[in-house]
């Protein structure tokens, strides 16, 4: 319970700091992951989309928003997301997916 309430309480601070500078990539980033701990998938998958369309090349971004689709059971987006995680150089996720022996064509 306690727990939930932090995260409810940096979900508030994310909110204000978007109110104050929309395009603040981060921002987006962090309060996904705050959704992710809530387990709001989706709201975390909007927000790693946000973070996304405002850095495309964002490879944390991309590696946030698979563990949230990973999570829905849509394996074929993380797979995706992971190569494009690593096409931009971090390619962690793309070896915790084979870890998991998720088929993942190259």
């Known amino acids: 319970m306690c727990q939930g309430k932090k995260w409810q309480q940096a979900l508030n601070e994310y909110n204000n700091a978007i109110a104050l500078d929309p395009n603040f990539t981060k921002a987006y980033r962090e309060r996904g992951v705050a959704y992710f701990i809530l387990g709001d998938y989706q709201k975390a998958i909007t927000d790693f989309d946000k973070a996304i369309a405002h850095d495309p090349n964002y490879a944390e971004g991309y590696l946030n928003r698979r563990q949230g689709y990973?999570?829905?059971?849509?394996?074929?987006r993380a797979c995706e997301d992971s190569r494009r995680?690593?096409?931009?150089?971090?390619?962690?996720?793309?070896?915790?997916?084979?870890?998991?022996?998720?088929?993942?064509?190259?």
């Open 85 to 106: 995680a690593c096409g931009l150089g971090d390619c962690k996720g793309l070896n915790v997916l084979k870890k998991k022996d998720i088929a993942i064509r190259m």
């Open 70 to 76: 990973y999570k829905l059971g849509n394996t074929n």
